[in-house]
Every structure is written in structure tokens, then in C-alpha cells.
């Protein structure tokens, strides 16, 4: 394990990185930033979920002179999905420096863009299409550039960039670092890399599989609408110690937390949008047991390292098969036997065989809990509590008020009345969750079957897209499909706007 304060960075970066909520740095992170950090150009090979974003972003801001106005950084990613994601993340490991970032990409007001060029952004995130577009107009100069990255290469090949990213590279000072990240690495990927990079150092981190053994990892296929009672009766069947409950987006963990404190839960969730100061009170509490579930959404548990967890409840279905090897592995932890369930809803039965074949390990079908047997795990639990208490506690205060009580009520009876007084029966509270979409099918990942519906100029396809949400960070923007994209479009201008407004 590397922790991020090992890797010599500057105090800023260290500001932002732990307002993140980020300790641990991910194998790419931890091999990428060092390298990096000494000016050599990198090929990193690493699939989507390991991190890649802040593996080249933490040094590209660490390098940026802020009394430079001119653009000092490029980033080229396949999608605008891909490029919003990216400068969002940028956004916030520049904060602590006050990086100014901005995004550009197809399908957006070319002038809204030109205007906010004009407020000199020190990084440039952009699709290959659109970075050329405003370089062919001026723009965007590239004279004063000392780092590129190439993201997702080998899906820019895919989609047919390659032109393009070399017409980019060529407007780019010779004397400059280069970063490029491709899960694969193709004839034509190779070719780039010898004749735009210089003696490049090869980072390459496959992609997690699961070597843990003590998890017991199961399924359990239902609707949606059953989701949130099968959750409870879980809980009230199993009694983890210490339990992680993962939603897909922050709605869902806000609405979550919220629902299970209504049924009587010791609940509280955790996701992108808390201060620093709430999520650290927040898993101080659940570290400390003061809270029994912890809710939360891929971003907000990533690099965090929480011991003791019993059982983790995958509530959606993670975006990608990474996704869930790391959720997974926040239990069965230092020889302890751990627990995953996650729950699928019919819809996403092919995500469910992309993670079982990711894992190499076919989970076991988990029948739907019943209130039954919801009532009868209570009831176990207190009388676990109870044979406990006879067994290692000094009754002696106690004994002449039992004495008493056996006077007037057999034995049964009175043990029965403990049981009943201490066992929390099943809470039916109706409670109304938001529907979420389905996790998107992935090609590469969950979807096999090719890039149908592609375009170019990151504009985005119609069917068939793959998410490029990056390094877990799919929280970020909202789920339910085009009617949000076009506020999801805006992010990072609008947070390039908030950063003017700080700067002044």
C-alpha cells in the first residue's frame, strides 16, 4: 500500500488530494506520479477504474505556473462524456493550487467556448475534433504547452482520431512531456508513441482480479421497487458488525441513508459533494462503530482504507466489473471472513456475468429474504446477546430481582419477554426511493458487441456507448439519461466560473 503522502508532493496538492477524501494511491497512481514528477514521458497501460485521472493529473497541475496565463496543459479524451469527467477531476486536484481547467468538446456552443477561452485557462481538457477546431481558429495556442495526454488511446484509434491527435501533437512545442494511457496497445498506438514520445517509460497495471478468497459473494435477482426491503431484511437477518451499503449516484446515497434511518437503522452516507470535514466525521463514526451502515457512492470510498467491514451491499450494480472488485475488497480483510451481496435487477443480468467472469468466480443465487426471516435473525441476534451476557458478565446485582420475578412467572415466559422487549421486529414503513437507470451496458466491459452508434467529434452515440466515466467517478453526474446531459455539459464551465470568482 502507498499512501499519496508518501510520493513527495507539494503541499497543495495534498490539500486537495485529502479534501477528496483519497489516502491510498492506486498501483498506476503510485508507479505514474514519481516518473511523472521527474519529467519523463509515460505509456501507461491500465484499464478505466484504475485511477488513471489523477495518475497523470496530480503532477500535470504540480507543474503548472500560475502566473503563466497561457495554456500550459492538454488532455485529449475520446468523448465529451470522457472529457467532462476528467476536467471535473482535474477541477478539484487543482483546487487547493486554484488550477484554472476548462472543457471542450462537440456538441457544445462553439462561442460559449471561445469566451470562456478567453478567460486563459491554464489546462484544456478536449476531444480530438473540437481542440482542432479552435486550434484551426486560434483559439487555442499551443506554443507555451509543456504536457500532453493522450486518454484512452486506443478507443480514440477505435473511433478514428488518429489523424487528428497527430495534427494536435504537431502544434505542440517538441520540448514537452508526454503522457498517453490506452488499456491496449496497437501497432498504430506504438507508432505515436515512437514518433511523438521520447524514450517513454512503460507503466503497466492490469486490471484487478479478485485473489481474496474469504469473501462469499452472492446475488440476488429482483425489481427494482424490491430493492430497499430486501436491504432490510438483510440487515435485520444478518446483523453485520459493520456494513457498506454502494449506490450508483449521490441522490441515490442521500435518499438511501435517509430510508434506512426511517426504518431504524444507525445510518449515515458519504459521497462527492460532503466537505472534507463531514466525510471525516462521518467515517470516524462508522470506523469508531457509532454508525452501523455506511452508504456510499464509488468516488467518496475510493482510496479509503476502513477496516473491520463485514458485509458490503452492492444496492446498483457498479458501472464496470473494476468497479466491483474494489467495492468487494473493503471486506475479508486481515484473515476475516467477509460478505458482497449485490442486487440485480433482470435488465442487468449480462453486467452480472461480465463481473463473475472478471472475478473468475461465479457467485452463489441468494433466495429473497422474507419478514419471517427477518424477525428470526433479530431474534438470534438478541439471544446471541443474551447467552453472552450469562456466560461472561457479573449478574449478581440482578440475580435477586430475577429470583423475584420467577416467583410469579415461569422461566420460558420471562425469557420469551426479553427476547420480544429486545428484538427489533421489522419496521414496514413505506418508504419511496428514486428510480435510477440500469448501469449502462459497456463495451470492453459488460457489452461485447462493438461500438455501435459511435461519432466522432465527441459528440457521443445514440446506442451502444460506452461510459467513460473514468476513474470511478460516475457519481458525479446524474444517471437518468439525455434529459441531464445538458446540465451535465456545463459542469465544467460552471466550475471554471466558480474558480474565476474565488481567484477575484
Known sequence: MTLFSELGLDRTSMKSIERMGFEEASPIQAQTIPLALEGKDIIGQAQTGTGKTAAFGIPLIENIDLQDDNVQGIVIAPTRELAIQVSEELFKLGYGKRTRVMAVYGGQDIDRQIRAL????????????????????????????????????????????????????????GERQTLLFSATMPEPIRKIAERFMKDPTLVRVKAKEMTVSLIDQYYVELRENEKFDTLARLLDIQTPELAIVFGRTKRRVDELSSALNVRGYSAEGIHGDLSQAKRLSVLKKFKEGNIDVLVATDVAARGLDISGVTHVYNFDIPQDPESYVHRIGRTGRAGKHGEAITFVTPRERGQLAAVEHTTKKRMEKMKTPTLTEALEGQQKAVTERIVNTVENEDLSLYLGQAEEM????????????????????PDATPIKLTDEAPAPMKRGGYNKSGSNGRQRNGRGPSTGRKDYSGAKRRDSRKPSGSSNRSNNSNNSNNSYNKREKLNK
Not at 142 to 154: C, F, I, K, P
Not at 157 to 167: P, R
Open 118 to 173: 478567453k478567460k486563459k485557462p491554464h489546462i484544456i481538457v478536449g476531444t480530438p475534433g473540437r481542440l482542432l477546431d479552435h486550434i484551426k481558429r486560434k483559439n487555442i495556442k499551443l506554443g507555451n504547452v509543456h504536457t500532453v495526454v493522450l486518454d484512452e488511446a486506443d478507443e480514440m484509434l477505435n473511433m478514428g482520431f488518429i489523424e487528428d491527435i497527430e495534427s494536435i501533437l504537431s502544434n505542440v512545442p
Open 406 to 425: 420467577l416467583q410469579k412467572y415461569s422461566a420460558a415466559d420471562l425469557v420469551a419477554a426479553a427476547l420480544k422487549s429486545l428484538t427489533k421486529e
